[in-house]
Nanobody, 125 residues
């Protein structure tokens, strides 16, 4: 079974930082693209960032540029999302997802195939 396990969420004050982790297992291919998405209460899910472990391509949505950094540890099948300068509008459930490509980012349309359960991020004073 394909499993994506997101962790690292929590409660943080505005301006604070969190580091999310996504551990991937069970994929039939070794170098997936792994994306982070979030869903705020009452809003649609939106993309945040994505990395291709095949060619190291990285994508950021405008809301994440300059504040968030995506990275990977292939040996540990883990993708990270370092989030700095957090704002209340960053609050939401953060999900990681995997596919052959960064679907929904850059030139790739569609939705990623494999999804994990989310981790809650709350930014509030």
């Amino acid at each position: 079974d394909v499993q994506l396990q997101a962790s690292g969420g929590g409660f943080v004050q505005p301006g604070g930082s969190l580091r999310l982790s996504c551990v991937i297992s069970g994929l039939a291919f070794d170098t997936p693209a792994v994306g982070w998405f979030r869903q705020a209460p009452g809003k649609e899910r939106e993309g945040v960032s994505c990395i291709s472990l095949f060619d190291d391509s990285i994508y950021y949505k405008d809301s994440a540029k300059g504040r968030f950094t995506i990275s990977s540890n292939i040996a540990k099948n883990t993708v990270f999302l370092q989030m700095n300068s957090l704002k209340p509008e960053d609050t939401g459930v953060y999900y990681c997802a995997a596919d052959y490509y960064c679907s929904g980012y850059g030139p790739y349309s569609g939705t990623m195939d494999y999804w994990g359960k989310g981790t809650q991020v709350t930014v509030s004073s």
